[in-house]
């Protein structure tokens, strides 16, 4: 087995040339995308389904009107007639004139007020209990759809860590991609570290000089550069992990905001759900 990582979301497009039809993709997008997926999961929820553009979601609605929709975009819940600002996609409903798409510009529009944001918290089995669920987010739904051409794709974060290993452990891919979803185009340093810790689990030890180089790993089971990059990180910060992810530059903006500052400590809740979120050939994403 050898694990790889992208650790900025600028490295996404490439995937569409690599080969991943042997290869167990684990997207992260600890604050927030992929705790929110494993959330709703283990309250309940059917399925979730993640789409690139908020257009899309819209789309899934109107022909299932039975779907809640869930999403954000700089951060906040999707609302009605709002001109949403700093993403470089270009997204627009389709009547709507669409200038400049680089950041900054006025480049996202929805019909509707979403039912729900990106907060994990919002997804109680109140909520959520039985419902499929059409997600849209800055990144990380774009990320688990940029790994479409993988045999596996997996929705992880330090919520179901553990249970997430152990199901690649049992099914030994040939390669193991971890996928860093990022800060718009930047690195997300709560995704790296997230998956450090994987690499460290996957190894089944933690890093020390004994270690081949660099913890390469030993025998069958290989790291690349980027992957020891993420494991060093992680190794670094792993004795106050709160502490390091609340410098980070998501964390920084959630706990400004009043009504979500206690995502970032749901968020680092370790292997609280025993669970593995993992995407089918449909495109939905299913509790395993």
Known sequence: MKIDAILSPAELPALAKRDLRSAACVVFDVLRATSTIVTALHNGAKAI????EIAEALAIQKKRPDILLGGERDGVRIRAAHKWHGHPARESSADTE???TQAGSLCHYSDVDFDLGNSPREYTKENVRGKTIVSTTTNGTRALRACAGAKTIL???FLNLTATVEFIKKNQPAQVLLVCAGTRENTALEDVLAAGAMCEMLLNEPLTPA???LGRGEGDLQMSDSAVVA???YT???SDLAAAVRASENARRLLAIPELCDDVPFCLQRDV???VAKM???GTIRSR
Do not use: C, I, T, Y
């Open 49 to 52: 389904v993640p789409v690139s």
């Open 98 to 100: 669409v200038g400049n």
């Open 155 to 157: 929705a992880a974060s």
């Open 211 to 213: 270690l081949s180089p």
């Open 231 to 233: 494991r060093a990180v």
């Open 236 to 238: 670094q910060a792993k």
């Open 273 to 275: 759900f025993p669970l």
């Open 280 to 282: 089918e050939a449909d």
